[in-house]
Nanobody, 123 residues
Framework: QVQLVESGGGLVQAGGSLRLSCAASGRTRTFSMYAMGWFRQAPEKERGFVAGISWSGGSTYYADSVKGRFTISRDNAKNAVYLQMNSLKPEDTAVYYC??????????????WGQGTQVTVSS
């Protein structure tokens, strides 16, 4: 079992940038074998998919709403996944979570979620 801890969120003005980090701890020996994804949940809305990345980091895919603005990456040596968010919009405001995914899927492959990190974009 791997524990995931998200960080890097904060308050930013529209058009600004943030870089989120997802650090894996615990049983991380097989971390590099899993595709990973970022998800977000806005107040009173369901959690939704944002971005995914293959086990090697060589392939990525994104929700249409963030294409061209967000970039997912990973560093398996550090057991970490990142989300670079540029040109942020107020509608990006949400709690952001990371989780493992089956590559190409917009659903998490695990029911275990971390605490998430809050991103608030003001206009």
């Amino acid at each position: 079992q791997v524990q995931l801890v998200e960080s890097g969120g904060g308050l930013v003005q529209a058009g600004g940038s943030l870089r989120l980090s997802c650090a894996a701890s615990g049983r991380t020996r097989t971390f590099s074998m899993y595709a990973m994804g970022w998800f977000r949940q806005a107040p009173e809305k369901e959690r939704g998919f944002v971005a995914g990345i293959s086990w090697s980091g060589g392939s990525t895919y994104y929700a249409d709403s963030v294409k061209g603005r967000f970039t997912i990456s990973r560093d398996n040596a550090k057991n970490a996944v990142y989300l670079q968010m540029n040109s942020l919009k107020p509608e990006d405001t949400a709690v952001y979570y990371c989780n493992d995914v089956v590559y190409g899927s917009i659903e998490s492959a695990s029911d275990y979620w971390g605490q998430g990190t809050q991103v608030t974009v003001s206009s």
